[in-house]
């Protein structure tokens, strides 16, 4: 290739080149930029500290009567007891530990036992406060036998109903059963915070 032809295409590649780039440019200049898309909403907004503090402890305070409630039905199950075990300390203070002891000491000293679990349902409804909050405990024990030491059921006639009104306390940093108030109803149809 002469020197001429290497000039030629050399000021050939530089116009090509100068014209692509100018090419883009114009196409940069005039074609229109996309619509952004409009902000995503959710249908709930998030959630602020507070509110998820409040979850939180509500969960904690739901899951102590989980515990505690099934520690109780064990013990009942096994004939009642004469002291709280760990788990009922860890979960339970107060009036609330002192009326669910009565229960399993009356049924040890007895010689009583339960046949199994009551249908329950719990509802966090009841406030929130840092250091309180409320639960609603809805319990059906209609099919729960109380038997004596020879197996035959005993107190038929015994209430098996109950919406309990339960006060959460925060205690050294762990939310327990503290205090309740228990009604006996005949029915669960018209108690708010029962889902049975």
């Known amino acids: 290739m002469t020197k001429a032809k290497r000039a030629l295409a050399a000021v050939a590649g530089l116009v090509l080149t100068a014209a692509s780039l100018t090419g883009c440019q114009w196409l940069v200049d005039h074609t229109p930029l996309p619509t952004p898309a409009p902000p995503t909403t959710s249908a709930t907004p998030p959630e602020t500290a507070q509110e998820r503090l409040m979850r939180l402890d509500k969960e904690a305070a739901v899951k102590a009567y989980s515990v505690a409630t099934a520690e109780g039905v064990r013990l009942a199950m096994s004939g009642g007891a004469?002291?709280?075990?760990?788990?009922?300390?860890?979960?339970?203070?107060?009036?609330?530990?002192?009326?669910?002891?009565?229960?399993?000491?009356?049924?040890?000293?007895?010689?009583?036992?339960?046949?199994?679990?009551?249908?329950?349902?719990?509802?966090?409804?009841?406030?929130?406060?840092?250091t309180e909050l409320g639960l609603t405990a809805c319990e059906d024990a209609s099919k729960v036998r109380l038997l004596?030491?020879?197996?035959?059921?005993?107190?038929?006639?015994?209430?098996?109903?109950?919406?309990?009104?339960?006060?959460?306390?925060?205690?050294?940093?762990?939310?327990?059963?503290y205090d309740l108030r228990s009604k006996i109803v005949k029915t669960f149809a018209h108690e708010d915070g029962c889902s049975l």
Request: proline share 5%.
């Open 148 to 177: 004596d030491k020879s197996g035959h059921e005993v107190l038929k006639d015994r209430p098996r109903m109950f919406v309990q009104t339960i006060t959460v306390k925060k205690i050294d940093g762990r939310w327990k059963l």
């Open 82 to 130: 004469l002291k709280p075990t760990t788990i009922l300390d860890d979960n339970t203070a107060g009036r609330y530990l002192s009326t669910q002891m009565n229960g399993l000491k009356g049924l040890k000293e007895d010689g009583l036992r339960t046949d199994r679990r009551p249908v329950d349902s719990v509802t966090a409804d009841g406030g929130w406060s840092p």
